[in-house]
């Protein structure tokens, strides 16, 4: 195993709500990186957390938004959710730096209906 | 923008003969390049990691091979199992990591 914990694994919203997914990074790690996995699709970066600042961004609107805390988890939320917003949501934790391994968590499954 | 390219999307090979996975990169800045492997419904597992100093790993039957200069990379899986059976993802990261499609290995009977 990672260390790296999700929650939910699994949910079911509607379009137009909002959703809230969290993280608890592997103990030691202070980076943690948001992906968005669409079904036979690898991982997209959505964004990278360090020392709860957003370090980094992938092509994703503004109503996707997170936060880090002082114990470095982390929260994905996401607004005015869309049909397409359904996909497999990772979780990873690494130390900073551009050499470091990251570890993915069990990941969040998000059915917009 | 950064981009990583792996090819191909879908490979089969016989059981105990070898595979291999293509990856580049455009970021020349990257430093690390690891592979995941990925199981239906499950999370992407770390098989092999190279970083940038090196320009050969190997693992048991895994390999990873890196060419900085051509920027690109390869995994090698030899005597291949039905348990190789897979979605493989090549990445590259500098101060982010960026994924490639994925390749889908069958391991024929």
């Known amino acids: 195993e990672t260390g790296v914990t999700q929650s939910p694994t699994h949910l079911i919203k509607t379009r137009g709500q909002q959703v809230t997914l969290r993280c608890s990074s592997q103990s030691g790690h202070n980076t943690v990186s948001w992906y968005q996995q669409a079904l036979g699709q690898g991982p997209q970066f959505i964004f990278q957390y360090y020392r709860e600042e957003e370090n980094g961004r992938g092509n994703f609107p503004p109503r996707f938004s997170g936060l880090q805390f002082p114990n470095y988890s982390s929260e994905l939320n996401v607004n005015a959710l869309e049909l397409d917003d359904s996909a497999l949501y990772l979780c990873?934790?690494?130390?900073?730096?551009?050499?470091?391994?990251?570890?993915f968590g069990e990941g969040s499954w998000l059915t917009v209906v | 923008g950064e981009n990583v390219e792996q090819h191909p999307s879908t490979l089969s090979v016989q059981e105990g003969d070898s595979a291999v996975i293509k990856c580049t990169y455009s970021?020349?800045?990257?430093?690390?390049f690891p592979w995941y492997k990925q199981e239906l419904g499950k999370r992407p597992q770390l098989i092999i990691d190279?970083?940038?100093?090196?320009g050969e790993k190997k693992d048991q039957r895994i390999a990873v091979t890196l060419n900085k200069t051509a920027k690109h990379f390869s995994l090698h899986i030899t005597e291949t199992q039905p348990e190789d059976s897979a979605v493989y993802f090549c990445a590259a990261r500098h101060d982010k990591i960026i994924f490639g499609k994925g390749t889908r290995l069958h391991i024929l009977p």
């Open positions: 190279i970083r940038s100093n090196v």
């Open positions: 990873a934790s690494s130390l900073e730096g551009g050499g470091n391994t990251i570890y």
């Open positions: 970021d020349s800045a990257s430093n690390y």
